[in-house]
């Protein structure tokens, strides 16, 4: 149980991880900093950034749930 625990919150934050960074640079920060600045042709509909934006807090909450969850079983000695 731990292991898979384990594995799905390593997937999980792997997948966090992409989707903070396919986010579109809103300017003036680190993203100008790494090319963040240039438009793209992918990320100008709102639709897709408000989709992106429900995938990636759904994706935080369920990484979230995972980590407690782990956190417990550990914590009472399911090791």
């Known amino acids: 149980m731990i ?11 792997v997948l966090l991880i992409l989707l ?8 003036g920060g680190l993203s100008d900093l790494f090319g963040g600045g ?9 639709v897709v ?4 934006d429900r995938l990636t807090v759904a994706t935080a909450i369920v990484w979230i749930v995972c980590v407690v969850g782990l956190g417990l079983l550990l914590n009472r000695g399911g090791v």
């Open 3 to 13: 292991l898979g625990l384990s594995i799905f919150v390593m997937f999980c934050s």
């Open 20 to 27: 903070v960074l396919l986010h579109k640079g809103k300017g």
């Open 38 to 46: 240039v438009t793209s042709s992918l990320g100008g509909s709102s």
């Open 49 to 52: 950034e408000r989709n992106l």
